[in-house]
């Protein structure tokens, strides 16, 4: 049809159509014209056939349903990936892969239905990636901690750097008991921002035992911060040799900052005359909590769109690092 339309060879669309530049511009613009006027769109089963291409990537969340609605940061990571992908061919599938049933995820990467894979918010016990990288371009968000990963595409932020410029905020401060709610510690911003904090704090010659974990939600946050200020209350029996009441905390999300200044309000504390406080990520409760949130910017958005950049660079065989760091910056508002 188009090919009638435009007076040349079916082969000669078909070249045109999948981009050679072997044809000449006087014919890719009359081909073109065709195109247009009759509003033909290529057939995409006919063409992965026939190159072995699908046009397909997939952005891979291994987390359940309800926290990926839930969290933050993930929208706008997609909204990053997608605006990447937005002059290109590709089309992007979207799989939230419950932890429960890895091997389902790896069964579909496998089976040739995507050209390569993003994945975000990986976990050390989750094995469905390794060897897959092979046979399939894959990048991650987040450095990668199961060993054989090692040599594993990534982009991330500086966890462990960025962590410190927040610890090291609340000692400018005057601060000195500075305490943190870390997150989980099979994920390497988990990981990260702890070792980070303690650096901080052991320059300072801090208390490095001031650690309660979560698990990255608000509720975790504020069951961390309440175990916090039963460890530091002088009337408490699980208090013994805990000093002077913590003055700060960093806490490693901002989801779990919003849980921690919760408890502070309600056992009569103020934020930050009481206790400063210092979140990670700079999302949607950074700026709605009272007082707002001072916290580490981390450009989610940047980080999809660089993800997805980095992904597309290495299905089409091109070189690309294997590790690329976003910049963060640490956002100043009334919480410290």
């Given at each position: 049809?188009?090919?009638?339309?435009?007076?040349?060879?079916?082969?000669?669309?078909?070249?045109?159509?999948?981009?050679?530049?072997?044809?000449?511009?006087?014919?890719?613009?009359?081909?073109?014209?065709?195109?247009?006027?009759?509003?033909?769109?290529?057939?995409?089963?006919?063409?992965?056939?026939?190159?072995?291409?699908?046009?397909?990537?997939?952005?891979?969340?291994?987390?359940?349903?309800?926290?990926?609605?839930?969290?933050?940061?993930?929208?706008?990571?997609?909204?990053?990936?997608?605006?990447?992908?937005?002059?290109?061919?590709?089309?992007?599938?979207?799989?939230?892969?419950?932890?429960?049933?890895?091997?389902?995820?790896?069964?579909?990467?496998?089976?040739?239905?995507?050209?390569?894979?993003?994945?975000?918010?990986?976990?050390?016990?989750?094995?469905?990636?390794?060897?897959?990288?092979?046979?399939?371009?894959?990048?991650?968000?987040?450095?990668?901690?199961?060993?054989?990963?090692?040599?594993?595409?990534?982009?991330?932020?500086?966890?462990?750097?960025?962590?410190?410029?927040?610890?090291?905020?609340?000692?400018?401060?005057?601060?000195?008991?500075?305490?943190?709610?870390?997150?989980?510690?099979?994920?390497?911003?988990?990981?990260?921002?702890?070792?980070?904090?303690?650096?901080?704090?052991?320059?300072?010659?801090?208390?490095?035992?001031?650690?309660?974990?979560?698990?990255?939600?608000?509720?975790?946050?504020?069951?961390?911060?309440?175990?916090?200020?039963?460890?530091?209350?002088?009337?408490?029996?699980?208090?013994?040799?805990?000093?002077?009441?913590?003055?700060?905390?960093?806490?490693?999300?901002?989801?779990?900052?919003?849980?921690?200044?919760?408890?502070?309000?309600?056992?009569?504390?103020?934020?930050?005359?009481?206790?400063?406080?210092?979140?990670?990520?700079?999302?949607?409760?950074?700026?709605?909590?009272?007082?707002?949130?001072?916290?580490?910017?981390?450009?989610?958005?940047?980080?999809?769109?660089?993800?997805?950049?980095?992904?597309?660079?290495?299905?089409?065989?091109?070189?690309?690092?294997?590790?690329?760091?976003?910049?963060?910056?640490?956002v100043v508002r009334a919480s410290a």
């Amino acid at each position: 049809m188009v090919a009638a339309e435009a007076g040349v060879s079916r082969a000669t669309v078909s070249r045109v159509v999948n981009g050679s530049t072997s044809v000449n511009p006087e014919v890719i613009t009359v081909v073109n014209a065709a195109v247009a006027r009759l509003n033909y769109v290529p057939n995409r089963v006919a063409r992965s056939l026939a190159s072995r291409r699908t046009d397909v990537i997939a952005l891979i969340v291994p987390e359940s349903t309800s926290t990926v609605f839930a969290d933050p940061f993930f929208a706008p990571v997609v909204r990053g990936v997608a605006r990447a992908l937005s002059d290109t061919n590709y089309t992007l599938n979207l799989l939230i892969a419950s932890e429960a049933r890895p091997e389902k995820t790896r069964r579909y990467l496998q089976g040739g239905n995507v050209d390569g894979a993003l994945v975000v918010s990986h976990h050390a016990e989750d094995h469905s990636y390794v060897g897959l990288g092979d046979s399939l371009p894959i990048v991650f968000g987040g450095r990668p901690l199961h060993p054989e990963l090692s040599d594993a595409y990534y982009v991330d932020v500086d966890n462990r750097a960025s962590a410190r410029l927040a610890t090291d905020h609340l000692i400018g401060l005057g601060r000195r008991r500075i305490a943190t709610i870390a997150g989980r510690q099979d994920m390497p911003a988990g990981i990260d921002r702890l070792a980070g904090w303690r650096e901080s704090v052991a320059a300072a010659g801090g208390d490095p035992s001031l650690v309660e974990y979560g698990d990255f939600s608000q509720s975790s946050g504020a069951e961390a911060m309440a175990r916090l200020l039963m460890r530091t209350d002088a009337a408490s029996p699980d208090a013994a040799a805990s000093g002077d009441p913590i003055d700060a905390v960093f806490v490693a999300n901002d989801q779990m900052a919003a849980g921690a200044i919760q408890v502070l309000h309600a056992h009569g504390l103020s934020v930050p005359s009481d206790v400063a406080v210092v979140g990670y990520d700079d999302d949607t409760f950074a700026s709605t909590l009272t007082p707002p949130l001072t916290t580490v910017n981390q450009p989610s958005a940047d980080l999809g769109a660089s993800m997805a950049e980095l992904l597309v660079r290495l299905i089409a065989g091109q070189e690309a690092p294997r590790r690329t760091i976003i910049p963060t910056t640490l956002v100043v508002r009334a919480s410290a």
